[in-house]
C-alpha cells in the first residue's frame, strides 16, 4: 500500500505532485515548528497586535520586579496559562524573561555557578540528551560550567554539577526525571528542568511541576519560534536575580514586540480552552498515527512506544505524541546516512550522546513538508532501497 | 538667574509643580534614550506595524544570507539608512543583526577569539571606556577573551588583543581612533568599532566610517531601546559567519517582530530625510545650551569642549552634542556622590576606568526627567549646597 490516499486527503493531487517535482533538494525537519501556522491563519485579526511609533521605547518594564525588563501583560499571561493547563506551579514564583528558552539555559547555568570556583562546575544531561546543549554549554570556553556529558555515566564523587532534566526529552520523547538526585539528593547537585514540550499537544499532563528552575518556550507551546520568547519559573529569588542579571549583561533584556504579542497569543490559548491544544493534540497524533503505519510497512525502523497515560487537561488517556521521531534503523549502522540517501535532513545519534543507528526527525514541520518526508521515507524499504519513481507515475 | 523659565517653556508651571512634588526620590538618568519620543508619537499611525498570528513563526528568514535569521526588509532598510546619512559604508558588507548591540559586541568578541588558544585574548578599550564593557566581556569568565583595562597603558608585546574603538566615546562623547593600531597596525591586533552614537543629532557626519566591524543599534540611532535591535556591518565573511553562529548558540536568532518594527521605523527615518535627525539635533543642541548655562553659572563643574565640523548630513558647521555628559567636579574628589546628595543618579568616573572626580549623566532622558535634572544640579553651588526648597516658592 502507497501513501498517496494519505497526501491526497490533506493537499490535492496536483499540489503535492508540483511540490515533488521542485524539490530535488533535501526535506530539512530540524525543528522549525511550522505545524500549527494553519490554527493561527484562521483565527484571522483575533490575534492581531498593532503597535504605533512611540510603543514600547524604553528599555524597562517593571522596576517593582526582579526581572525589570518583563513586560507585565506577559507575567500575567503566563501565569493564567499555567493555571489553565496546570502543568507548572507559577503561583510564587519568579519569572524570568528570555531571548527563547536557548538563552535562559545559559542564564540558568551562569545563575547556579557564578561567581564560581577553582574549576568549571560540570554540566551533565541523560542520553540521548538534546544536541545543542553541549555546545551552548561549551562555547565560550566558560571557567563557570563545562559540559560534562551523559548523566548516566557521571561519577557524582567529582563534586558540584548542574543536571539538566528534559521532559519530554529531545530527541526521544521520554518522561524524564533527574538520574543523579533519584535515590539520594546530593547538596552538590543543582537542577535545571526543560519542560519546552510539557504541553498537551504532544504528551499526557499527569501533573503541576513544581521544581527549581523550569523554563518553557513560546516555540513548542505555540508554533511562534520566530519570536523568540522563552521564560523560566524561578523558586529562589536570588537565582531568578541572577539569571535576570545574566540577560541584562547579554542583551539588556528582551525585545518588548515579541513579549506583548506573545502576551496576545498566550492570552488567547487560554481564553480559547481547550481549542488551540486541541487542535494541536489531534494533529500530532494523526502524523504520529500516519509515521507508524509507514515505519511498520517497511520494517526497517524502530520508534519507541509511549505508554497511556491519563492527561488532567483533556480528561483521557492518551498516549505521548511528541515534536521529535526518534527513529532506530534496524538494519543500518548509521540511520542519518540512510535517511540522507533518500533526501531526507536527519540529525543523526551521535549529536544526541547517543548510536549512530538513532536519528532524529521534526514531526512539526509544514504539511507539505511532512508529507514529502512520509513519502520518501515510505520509500525505504528492508534490504533495499526503492528510488521513489513511483511517485506521479 | 534661576531655570524657571526653562522648565515653563516646556511643561508649565503646574505640571512641573506637581511632577517634584512627587519625586522626593532620585532622578535616574542612566541612560534610558527617551528623548525621541514625542516625535514618533506625532508620526501617528505612519509608523504603527500591524502583525496577525500566524506572520512570522519560523525560526528562518533568509537561507541565502550569512546571518540567516535576518530579516531582508530590515538588511534593506539598514543599507538605505546609511545611504542616506552617510556614516557607515555598508555596500559590500555583511549586516549581521543582534539583540542590541549588546550581543554584537560579544559576538564580535567570539568571531575574533574563537577557536582561542591557550591563554585568552586580551580586550582593551582607552579610558574613559564605556562602563558595560569590562562586565560584559569577563561575565562568564571566557577561555576565548578577557577584559584588560585601558588601552593606552596596554603593552602590546603582550601579544594579541582585540581593542574597542567605541566613537563618538561614550562616556565623553569624544570622537575616537584606534589607540593601539595608531602608527604601525600590529598584526595581531583586532579591532571592533562600536559607532552607537555616530548619527547626526550627536555629533557631526565627518565621512563614512569603514571599519572591520562596525556596530550601531536601534536604541541611539532612533530611541527605540526597547526593541533590542542592533546591527554590525562587517568586512570578512568568515567573520559574520561566526557572529551569526554566536547569535545562533545564544538565543537561535533576533526576535522577528523587533526586526519588522525595526525596518518600519528605520524606513520612515530615510524616507522622511532629514525631520528625524533635525529633529533630534535641535533637541540635543537646546539640551546642551541650557546645560552649558547652568554648569556656566554654578561654577562647581566642568564639561568637554568639541570642535566645530562640518557635516555632511546638514551641510553646516556644527558641534557635538553627545548623549551623554560627561561632567568634572572642580571642587569635590566624588563627582557622584556631590551628585546624589542633591538627588541626581549618575555613573561615577571609576566605572569608566577614569577619575572620582568625573560623572556621567544621560542628556536622552524624557523632558520631565531632563527638566528636574538640570533644576537640581542649578542647586549646586560653589562651596555650598542648596537644598533647592526655591522651588514652588
Known amino acids: 500500500m502507497r501513501l498517496e490516499h494519505i497526501h491526497f486527503k490533506f493537499i490535492g493531487k496536483h499540489t503535492f505532485a508540483r511540490i515533488m517535482h521542485h524539490s530535488h533538494s533535501l526535506i530539512p525537519t530540524s525543528g522549525d515548528p511550522m505545524a500549527f501556522e494553519a490554527f493561527w491563519r484562521k483565527l484571522g485579526d483575533k490575534c492581531t497586535i498593532v ?23 506577559l507575567a500575567e499571561a503566563i501565569n493564567n496559562l499555567h493555571h ?34 577553582p574549576e ?29 556529558g551523559d548523566a548516566n555515566t557521571f561519577d557524582k564523587n567529582n563534586g558540584a554539577y548542574i543536571e539538566v532534566v528534559n521532559s519530554p ?42 521544581h527549581d528552575i ?52 498566550l492570552g488567547i490559548v487560554s481564553d ?37 497515560e491519563y492527561c488532567n487537561f483533556t480528561g483521557k488517556f492518551t498516549n505521548s505524541h511528541p515534536g521529535f521521531a526518534w527513529l532506530e534503523s534496524k538494519e543500518d549502522e548509521d540511520c542519518e546516512k540512510l535517511l540522507r540517501a533518500e533526501r531526507i535532513m536527519a540529525r543523526g545519534g551521535r549529536r544526541f550522546g547517543a548510536d549512530a543507528k538513532y536519528a532524529r526527525v521534526s514531526m512539526l514541520s509544514r504539511e507539505e513538508i511532512f508529507n514529502i518526508f512520509l513519502e520518501r521515507l515510505s520509500a525505504i524499504q528492508g534490504g533495499s532501497i526503492s528510488n521513489g519513481k513511483h511517485l506521479g507515475s
Chains 1, 2 share one sequence.
Not at 502543568?87 to 557564578?114: E, K, P, W
Not at 538534546?130 to 566558560?142: C, G, N, V, W
Request: charged share 20%; with cysteine.
Open 120 to 148: 568549571p562546575i560540570s554540566v551533565v544531561s541523560a542520553a540521548p540528551y538534546y544536541s545543542q546543549y553541549p555546545a551552548e554549554t561549551d562555547y565560550l570556553r566558560s571557567g563557570l560550567y563545562k559540559w560534562d
Open 84 to 117: 489553565v493547563v496546570d502543568n507548572a506551579v507559577s503561583d510564587g514564583r519568579h519569572i524570568v524573561i528570555g531571548t527563547g528558552s536557548t538563552q535562559l539555559y545559559q542564564a540558568a547555568l551562569y545563575a547556579l555557578s557564578s561567581p564560581g570556583g
Open 169 to 210: 526529552n529531545n530527541p526521544d520523547g521520554t518522561i524524564r526525571e533527574a538520574v543523579l538526585a533519584k535515590v539520594n539528593r546530593s547538596a552538590e547537585g543543582k537542577l535545571i528542568h526543560d519542560l519546552a514540550y510539557y504541553w498537551p499537544q504532544y504528551t499526557p499532563i499527569t501533573g503541576a511541576a513544581d
Open 272 to 308: 480559547d480552552y481547550p481549542n488551540f491544544f486541541e487542535y494541536g493534540r489531534r494533529l500530532m497524533s494523526e502524523r504520529w498515527n500516519m509515521l507508524r503505519q509507514v515505519i511498520r510497512q517497511s520494517g526497517v525502523f524502530g520508534l519507541p512506544e509511549y505508554p497511556l
Open 51 to 73: 503597535i504605533s511609533g512611540s510603543d514600547l521605547m524604553s528599555y524597562l518594564s517593571d522596576m517593582g520586579n526582579v526581572c525589570w525588563f518583563l513586560v507585565p501583560e
Open 214 to 265: 523550569m523554563l518553557f518556550t513560546l516555540s513548542k507551546c505555540t508554533g511562534h519560534a520566530g519570536s523568540r520568547i522563552g521564560w523560566a519559573l524561578v523558586k529562589d529569588t536570588e537565582v531568578a536575580r541572577k539569571m535576570t542579571r545574566f540577560i541584562e549583561l547579554g542583551s539588556i533584556g528582551v525585545s518588548k514586540e515579541s513579549q506583548l504579542r506573545a502576551a496576545k497569543i
